[in-house]
């Protein structure tokens, strides 16, 4: 399954965290739909829904590396079942591989989307997104090592695609963006759930790291992560706040921004589809994992399948639909097993 990440160190935890935040970074920061969906819509409101989920990614994150270690699990499911017991393990290990299958058919309708935007040939959205899940499941057989690769690129690449963007000036006015988001308050329930998706979707990675990284402070790799998950989201969100009344209903708001401008293009293109990837070989690598044939191409490409099958919904439609709901399910999920876990921690 690849070799491990790291030797240790704080290079090493740097490295671990790039390669936790490369599961998460696919369809919220580069495209920017999902940080609309979850944050920028309820305008103010945004900022502090951005706060809570910074600290939800570090407090689920910790507790979930820190129940790993503890119990030996070297991936979610075997973690739910040491925790929940054979039936609850079953359930959560179903609950795990929806949301994987369902986040990585995002990932490659996402790559779908962005052919079809840049390429004039017919049939380019097929041609992206089954080119995407067969180099996804190549890429998955490498180890964890292409996914903190992935994670240094996009973190400045991202960064500057932001600065890029807001430089052009492209305004519409923040007041037009608060009063069309209205409600806002409910955003701060809605970046709970947010984290827990997101949080649960890193659990294949999480645990690997807890269990096979030696020489590393997971603490630390827990800050590090929530604080480029937290950076990120701010600088997305200031980015996409001032224009969300023109690119709120976008499939991939970000490019629709950086539209007309070389620059920006060619950033905001390169940015989604390497975050894209990396999510979805970090999905399809757990996947093949859970499906306990994680060293034969035979799991890789059932993984593979299961994403195109998902992806042919569109990525406009699972980021809108499947995602909110996802969300409370993981929210609900990953409650239930940290407090079983805090009681299983106290009687062992």
């Known amino acids: 399954m690849g070799k491990r990440l790291t030797r240790g160190g704080p290079r090493g935890e ?50 979930v590396t820190r129940l790993s270690e503890e119990t030996g699990a070297g991936s ?45 040939a017919g049939g380019a959205y097929w041609l992206g997104l089954g080119g995407a899940v067969v180099l996804g499941a ?7 090592g292409a996914l903190a690769a992935g994670g240094g690129f996009l973190l400045p690449v991202c960064g500057l695609l932001y600065v ?10 923040y007041a037009i963006a608060v009063r069309e988001a209205g409600g806002g308050v409910v955003g701060v329930p809605m970046a709970v759930g947010y984290a827990c998706l997101n949080v649960t979707l890193s659990c294949g990675v999480l645990c690997e790291v807890a269990g096979k990284e030696r020489g590393v402070e997971r603490g630390r790799v827990v800050g590090w992560f929530a604080a480029m998950v937290g950076g990120m989201l701010a600088a997305a969100n200031a980015t996409l706040l001032p224009n969300a009344a023109r690119v709120g209903s976008a499939a991939l708001p970000m490019l629709a921004l950086a539209r007309g401008v070389v620059p920006a293009a060619i950033l905001a293109t390169a940015a989604m589809l390497v975050a894209m990837m990396t999510t979805l070989v970090a999905l399809l690598r757990s996947l093949a994992m ?15 399948a299961v994403a195109a099958v998902c992806g042919a919904v569109g990525f406009n439609r699972i980021i809108g639909v499947a995602y909110p709901l996802m969300g409370w399910m993981s929210a609900a999920a990953l409650l239930i097993l940290l407090v079983v876990g805090a009681k299983w921690r106290n009687n062992a």
């Open 290 to 304: 859970m499906m306990k044939v994680g060293g034969d191409w035979v799991g890789y490409a059932v993984a593979a």
């Open 138 to 144: 190549v890429w998955a057989r490498r180890g964890m």
């Open 14 to 63: 740097a490295r671990a965290a790039l390669a936790i935040l490369a599961t998460v970074i696919g369809a919220g920061f580069a495209s920017g739909r999902e940080v609309m969906v979850f944050f920028t819509r309820f305008g103010a409101w945004s900022w502090v829904g951005i706060a809570v989920a910074t600290a939800a990614f570090g407090v689920l994150a910790a507790g």
């Open 76 to 120: 979610f499911a075997e973690l739910c079942e040491k925790i929940l017991g054979r039936w609850g393990g079953r359930a959560c290990a179903v609950l795990y591989g929806v949301l994987m299958a369902v986040t990585a058919g995002a990932m490659a309708s996402g790559v779908g989307e962005i052919a079809g935007l840049t390429m004039t």
């Open 164 to 173: 890029v963007i807001a430089w052009q000036g492209r305004r519409l006015g």
